[in-house]
């Protein structure tokens, strides 16, 4: 593909990651690839190099790059009236909330920009509803504030969800972090969590059921079943972070939905906005009135053209397309499980990890070299396709994957 050759003749123009390093913070490890466009689930670089995508731009690009259908979507809005703030009505928003509750039993929704984001709002949420119905205690401070969640976990890089986040490496750099948060091991069972409530009562507890940045780890059903009954019997939420696996990754619209829960709270964002920055925090009807005018707010929340994008997505993400997803799934185990140098495959749905013999970073490498791109998720080779991905590129990516992989 010879369709650069006039802007690589112009020597004198810096290139994208010559600027980068020089006016973009350095606040992420780069690949050394500039990616130009995109069609679905294949990407091409400022070379012409063609790369079949299994990473979406982290679980955001549900449907592939610059996907059509959401791009009109979009355009059509951004047209139309792109932005109002919120002290005005607007379509999209209402409607994507309305099919949010319709397709998840949940009362009512609160739009933000990302996954941090609805986190906060979560954690707002615990802190007022425990407020409200246990007042305040001896010292001064509400009876219940502090929110439990587990280590391993990843809810973001603000310094409540930081703090949230049960893994001590992030918090280093930062202290101190918003107080009221603790962390328990999934071993320590129902007693593990008990025990925190006895030390600092419970205002929520906030899981991934698959932690995704923690190196694509399922939860543990019966666990997970046990500690929702333990937070109905101590009125305590139970908040799901669905941010990465919301939105149809895990073959079901939402994975609380596969683990047959009713959460109080469930956030979302990643791939809900179909790439572009939106999120949600789901309210269901024990937590829908909490928040009341002025007790939460954002400018973007709801821009009315990512909506617009987000409800063509989500009305597409219907019965055949999450059966799509298990069918994807199922080739994608049954091409790697127990073939040479990989030693697993963790996940659900088109959220997987790969357990490799060769170290994830040379793995992802290697595949890039080769005109694959992957992911890792702690020491696994971590698979985020797009939803839809043709069968075909599925094909040749996961052969790619195994021959890199091989002993
Ligand atoms: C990515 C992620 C977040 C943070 O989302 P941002 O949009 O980066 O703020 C929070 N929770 C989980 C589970 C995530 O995967």
Redesign the pocket.
């Known amino acids: 593909m010879e369709t650069e050759s006039h802007s690589t003749a112009a020597t004198s123009t810096p290139t994208a990651q010559e600027l980068t390093q020089q006016f973009i913070a350095h606040t992420y490890g780069r690949f050394p690839l500039t990616l130009v466009r995109g069609h679905g689930s294949l990407a091409y670089d400022d070379a012409g190099r063609e790369y079949i995508d299994l990473g979406t731009g982290i679980a955001v690009n549900g449907f592939g790059m610059s996907d059509p259908q959401w791009v009109n979507a979009v355009y059509e809005q951004l047209t139309t009236i792109a932005h109002t703030s919120n002290l005005y009505y607007t379509n999209p928003p209402a409607q994507l909330a309305q099919l949010l509750c319709e397709r998840t039993g949940m009362a009512k929704v609160f739009f933000a920009n ?3 984001e609805a ?1 906060e709002a979560a954690i707002k949420v615990a802190r007022k509803y425990a407020a409200d119905r246990f007042g305040i205690g001896a010292d001064g401070l509400p009876a219940r504030y502090t929110i439990l969640t587990l280590e391993e976990s ?4 603000t310094l409540s969800t930081l703090a949230a986040t049960g893994q001590e490496h992030y918090h280093e750099l930062f202290q101190p972090l918003t107080p009221g948060f603790t962390h328990v091991s999934p071993a320590s069972g129902i007693a593990g969590v008990a025990a925190a409530h006895a030390a600092r009562p419970l205002a929520g507890v906030l899981i ?1 059921l698959i932690q ?2 923690g190196g694509i780890h399922v939860l543990d059903a019966q666990y997970v079943q046990e500690l929702a009954r333990w937070c109905g019997e101590n009125d305590v939420l139970l908040m799901v ?1 669905e ?2 696996t919301g939105n149809g990754r895990t073959g079901e619209l939402y994975a609380f939905q596969r683990f047959g829960l009713h959460p109080d709270v469930v956030t979302t ?2 791939g809900i906005g179909g790439g572009l920055p939106l ?1 949600a925090a789901l309210l269901a009807h024990s937590v829908h009135t909490v928040l009341g005018p002025g007790d939460h707010a954002t400018t973007f929340g709801a821009n009315p053209a990512i909506c617009a994008g987000a409800l063509n997505v989500l009305n597409r993400i219907d019965s055949d397309l999450l059966a799509g997803v298990r069918a994807r799934e199922a080739y994608i185990r049954s091409e790697l499980e127990g073939a040479s140098g990989i030693t697993g495959v963790s996940g659900m749905g088109l959220m997987l990890g790969v357990s490799t013999v060769k170290p994830a970073s040379d793995v992802v490498a290697a595949c890039q070299a080769a005109g694959v791109l992957v992911l890792t998720a702690k020491e696994k080779v971590r698979l985020l396709p797009a939803l839809n991905i043709p069968m075909d590129l599925l094909t040749r990516a996961i052969e790619t994957l195994k021959d890199v992989c091989a002993l």
Do not use: L, T, W
């Not at 990843?154 to 890089?157: K, S």
């Open positions: 990302s996954g941090a986190n990843f809810h973001g890089r991934e995704g940045e972070d941010v990465q964002a990643k999120s």
